[in-house]
């Protein structure tokens, strides 16, 4: 069975500069991933002060949706489901992970990782059910510090154990923030995961690849921050029991006017 995924950091639905209004621009962007699952961070589920701003009576780009920002996406015909994870609440709103599916979701938890209280983290954890059995996909979205992602990787990794078993499929992605990509050997010993850059192009079987994974520092995962010129590593799709046939970042302007990450896509085949 092949799976094609895409993980977007989309900024709350404005642009990087000005923060103007994209959330119909981003809509149609995500329907060009072509993706049977999007893994979204810094997702509105409410923001009264843009929708008072940037109302329905407003058309164009100046729309605002009435609906929370992953209902909205998931209107594209091609995501039937969708599952919210508030992480951040405000006096006017929230925003969390989210994530659109074409399979059905069985069911959606979503674990709070904040390090503290003026950065709010969390991990929306939900099962798909495919014809090929289930698969559990985690949205993530760590912190700044360096200190606090370590901490909450261990949560991610916790997760993982208790909630996937027995070696079952998984796909972890979202925004790490690891610029210096200190965290992926951690999870690759600890869940047997393989992130989708270290893979792709290679003639290697998934064994032969985690033996050398294991002796080195990952092959360097994609650039994707800021968008209008990307230079950071800190989005990522790590992935186990499927192989990564492709991968690839979004670049162009397009992406670099609708959010300051640009996403990355993969297609996968269940091992």
Not at 20 to 39: N, Y
Not at 43 to 60: R, S, W
């Amino acid at each position: 069975m092949k799976i094609r995924v895409a993980t977007y950091n989309i900024h709350k639905g404005v642009s990087a500069i000005r923060a103007e209004p994209r959330v119909l621009a981003l809509k149609q962007a995500i329907g060009l991933f072509d993706a049977d699952v999007v893994f979204l961070q810094e997702v509105q589920g409410k923001h009264d002060l843009k929708a008072a701003k940037y109302g329905a009576e407003q058309l164009g780009q100046k729309h605002w949706p009435a609906a929370a920002q992953h209902e909205y996406f998931a209107g594209e015909s091609r995501h039937l489901h969708a599952a919210y994870g508030m992480n951040a609440v405000y006096d006017h709103g929230h925003h969390g992970n989210a994530l659109l599916s074409a399979f059905p979701i069985a069911n959606q938890a979503n674990h709070d990782v904040s390090d503290h209280a003026y950065e709010q983290r969390g991990i929306l954890h939900c099962v798909l059910n495919t014809e090929r059995g289930i698969v559990h996909c985690y949205v993530v979205h760590l912190g700044l510090f360096e200190s606090g992602r370590r901490r909450q990787t261990q949560a991610l990794i916790s997760a993982v154990r208790e909630s996937a078993p027995d070696g079952e499929p998984v796909i972890i992605a979202g925004d790490f923030n690891d610029w210096r990509n200190t965290l992926g050997t951690e999870l690759r010993n600890a869940l047997g995961v393989v992130e989708a850059f270290d893979q792709i192009g290679s003639s290697s079987t998934l064994d032969e690849i985690m033996r050398t994974l294991r002796r080195k520092s990952s092959v360097n995962p994609a650039r994707t921050f800021p968008s209008a010129l990307p230079f950071f590593r800190l989005d990522r799709i790590y992935v186990r029991g499927f192989k990564v046939d492709a991968a690839e970042v979004m670049h162009g302007s397009l992406w670099a006017k609708l959010s300051d990450h640009a996403p990355i896509v993969a297609n996968l085949t269940l091992a």
